[in-house]
């Protein structure tokens, strides 16, 4: 009885860390609407602001950049920007140069290096 009850709970602790790891789009449920305090929607306005700018771009990942593991080439109608996306914001979701995605992030922009996209929420789009 004692396994049965730590089972259960063990249980019921691991269906909300399960749904919370799905994230956005992942079939968790959440808000559906819009996103307020965006100041960039596309890759040229992204590049022509000021570092930490929010953005929410919408195109496609077309590639990742050798000799990393999270930095990719993203493209929309406008240009092509640099995109730093941790692992665990895929979220086991797989994304292929075919797949239109929304991402959400800040700008990020190094005295010496290119500018950059650090997202923080991936979006697969149907």
């Known amino acids: 009885m004692r396994y049965l009850l730590s089972f259960l709970f063990a249980l019921l602790l691991a269906v909300p860390a399960q749904a919370a790891f799905e994230g956005p789009g992942g079939g968790a449920g959440g808000f559906q609407g819009p996103t307020s305090g965006v100041q960039a929607?596309?890759?040229?306005?992204?590049?022509?602001?000021?570092?930490?700018?929010?953005?929410?771009?919408?195109?496609?990942?077309?590639?990742?950049?050798?000799?990393?593991?999270?930095?990719?080439?993203?493209?929309?109608?406008?240009?092509?920007?640099?995109?730093?996306?941790?692992?665990?914001?895929?979220?086991?979701?797989?994304?292929?140069?075919q797949t239109r995605v929304r991402l959400s992030g800040k700008v990020d922009k190094d005295l010496m290096g290119p500018t950059e996209i650090d997202v923080k929420i991936l979006e697969v789009l149907q």
């Open 41 to 97: 929607d596309t890759v040229k306005k992204a590049l022509d602001a000021s570092d930490d700018t929010p953005v929410m771009l919408t195109g496609n990942i077309t590639e990742r950049q050798a000799g990393s593991d999270d930095k990719y080439l993203f493209k929309d109608s406008t240009g092509q920007v640099v995109v730093d996306i941790d692992h665990k914001v895929f979220a086991g979701r797989t994304v292929t140069p």
